[in-house]
């Protein structure tokens, strides 16, 4: 177990070291432990606490004191109760430094114990002070993992919206989407609150404040002023981010402000709205468009606005619009759909390298065998083309959709 990177632990009573030599002479070695733990008690000197314990262990069991080597080199008959020994006095240091509130320094121990819930628990319930370094309550909520929510929003609450921007877009997340949505949706929130704020307050200064409960919507709708001369009221880096990052979030609360930051974006100048790859070319107001589908609204006018970017980008042979198309047929559950477009632009790609299901697998959610034997032979596949024949012909069960 490594102890380095914590401080310089406390220093001991100079005389304690002759309290100790006194306790062994006159009690044995078990008194003079006790007296040890005692004074590293007192001292809070609780890395070497840990030490101690073991120590007693040790001499309970009739051992060297001295922790030479691993526990696999005692004798056999020690192995599980000196182990057990390492564990409760785990528990035991790494308890009084969750009491203190020392949350680094009892994760050292649990870590080590791989008994993660205990920090768990007390991450949930830590309130940092201004005065607080968090970055270590940080490392461990987020980078490893103990409670990334915790993690997210202590980033986001100290250190603000762009630091927890970064935090999201250099991890994946993908595999995890519960706290993707989650820190998503986040900085949805933290910008909206954000934006109402300062539009609110310019439309002040501008003496036309707006009515209790406006939204941004309903605010730069009647205020078109506010976009005058290039102005702008966020960074509107951060704007696109969150914007972009919004795309994951299903339909909800979330969703309906992330469709505000957007029709505000679609009013800023246009050399301040920047740009992007297809089918996001016409940055926000595809955004709102994606997000308007998802949510339900005009569904049927998002989706084409998309499919017509799809058949654009595959004349000039790129297929990631028609991917993301497929991607959004699937999330307004039009799955026949998503299958009729896949067959239309990526009949013919790698489905392995594709960001959304492809024919094979989109055929196989539908129990359309008839549709894979198709594709098959499209493909030249014979091995596809019988497999696809004889599982429609009822020989095997259907596969379950996923």
């Not at 605010?219 to 102005?231: I, K």
């Not at 058949?311 to 299958?339: F, H, M, S, W």
């Amino acid at each position: 177990m490594d102890l380095t990177e914590s401080p310089q632990p406390p220093t001991l009573d100079p005389a304690a070291f002759d309290r100790l030599r006194a306790a062994l002479a006159s009690a044995g070695p078990a008194a003079a432990i006790d007296q040890l733990i005692a004074e590293l008690r007192t001292a809070e000197d609780f890395g070497n606490l840990f030490y101690a314990l073991l120590m007693k262990k040790r001499v309970e069991l009739g051992v060297s004191p001295f922790p030479t080597g691993p526990s696999t080199d005692l004798p056999p008959d020690t192995h599980e109760p000196y182990e057990q020994a390492i564990r409760e006095a785990g528990r035991h240091v790494g308890r009084i430094h969750l009491d203190r509130g020392e949350l680094p320094k009892a994760w050292t121990f649990f870590r080590m114990l791989g008994e993660p819930e205990p920090v768990r628990t007390a991450l949930a319930a830590y309130e940092p002070r201004p005065e607080d370094d968090i970055y270590p309550v940080i490392e461990i909520a987020w980078q490893n993992g103990v409670l990334p929510r915790k993690g997210f929003d202590l980033i986001l609450d100290r250190h603000g919206v762009c630091s927890a921007i970064t935090t999201v877009g250099s991890s994946d997340l993908n595999a995890n989407p519960d706290l993707r949505d989650y820190c998503v949706g986040r900085l949805v929130r933290a910008l909206h609150a954000q934006l109402v704020e300062r539009l609110r307050s310019d439309l002040d200064g501008r003496g036309t404040p707006a009515p209790e409960g406006a939204t941004i919507t309903q605010m730069v709708e009647a205020h078109p002023e506010l976009f005058g001369e290039d102005s702008y009221h966020i960074d509107t880096s951060h704007l696109s981010s969150v914007a972009q990052m919004s795309m994951y979030l299903p339909a909800g609360e979330e969703n309906e402000l992330a469709r505000e930051l957007c029709e505000y974006g679609r009013r800023l100048a246009p050399n301040l709205r920047g740009g992007g790859d297809a089918p996001f070319d016409d940055t926000y107001d595809d955004f709102l468009a994606f997000l308007n589908v998802i949510a339900g609204i005009k569904p049927d006018e998002g989706l084409e606005r998309f499919r017509a970017k799809a058949a654009r980008e595959a004349e000039e042979g790129a297929t990631y619009a028609a991917q993301v198309y497929v991607n959004l047929l699937l999330r307004a559950d039009r799955t026949r759909e998503a299958l009729a477009a896949a067959r239309t632009f990526l009949l013919h790609e790698d489905e392995r390298n594709l960001i959304c299901p492809g024919v094979s697998e989109l055929a196989r959610r539908l129990n359309d065998y008839a549709a894979l034997a198709d594709v098959a032979r499209d493909r030249k596949d014979a091995v596809g083309f019988l497999a696809g024949l004889i599982a429609g012909a009822g020989v095997y069960p259907p596969v379950k959709p996923g």
